[in-house]
């Protein structure tokens, strides 16, 4: 039996995985999200032909998920328990990879108009598929901002490099 403590548990790898599932399996995002949270708190437990996971609404009741199958009450196929299965596997086979650098990705820039004065802020997606996290002079300025309001004040994409060239986008901007 193999058991991830928390302690242990690569958030951000698990964090990652949970969104490309929810990318794969739009219709299960609610179920992806409630095994993300199982094996968060340790409620998988994997051997190699079967698994159990402790159920979220009766502790101490534990469903088999072996195949394609879960002993559970759900009449979907699609149960968060197969879910948190299928996520701790994929956790553990990412996991024991080596690691390759990130790669570099190119960061993306947003003219935000705020009154007479235009910001250069920069987004960078968040781990909920469509949100960003918005920087300002490196420091966070806002999160949870919905990718299509960004396209709405107009994008601007540039490369580091870029934007080295360009110098204080701000100070271009506004004229300072
Ligand atoms: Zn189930």
Redesign the pocket.
């Known amino acids: 039996m193999i058991h991830e403590s928390i302690s242990s548990l690569n958030t951000n790898l698990l964090a990652e995985l949970t969104g490309r599932a929810i990318e794969a399996y739009p219709a299960s995002a609610a179920s992806i999200r409630k095994a993300h949270t199982m094996v968060l708190g340790g409620a998988v437990t994997l051997s190699a032909h079967e698994a159990f996971?402790e159920s979220a609404t009766t502790p101490g009741t534990y469903?088999r998920?072996a195949g394609q199958a879960?002993?559970?009450?759900?009449t979907t196929p699609l149960?968060?328990?197969?879910f948190a299965v299928a996520l701790l596997r994929r956790y553990q086979a990412e996991e024991s990879l080596p690691q390759p650098a990130p790669p570099a990705r190119p960061k993306r820039y947003y003219a935000w108009l705020l009154g007479a004065n235009e910001l250069a802020v920069q987004a960078e997606a968040e781990a909920t598929p469509g949100r960003y996290t918005l920087y300002y002079r490196d420091a966070v300025w806002a999160y949870n901002i919905p990718g299509d309001m960004l396209t709405l004040l107009g994008e601007v994409e540039l490369s580091d490099l870029q934007r080295q060239a360009d110098g204080d986008l701000v100070a271009k901007a506004c004229g300072r």
């Open positions: 996971v469903y998920v879960c002993s559970c009450p759900a149960c968060c328990h197969r």
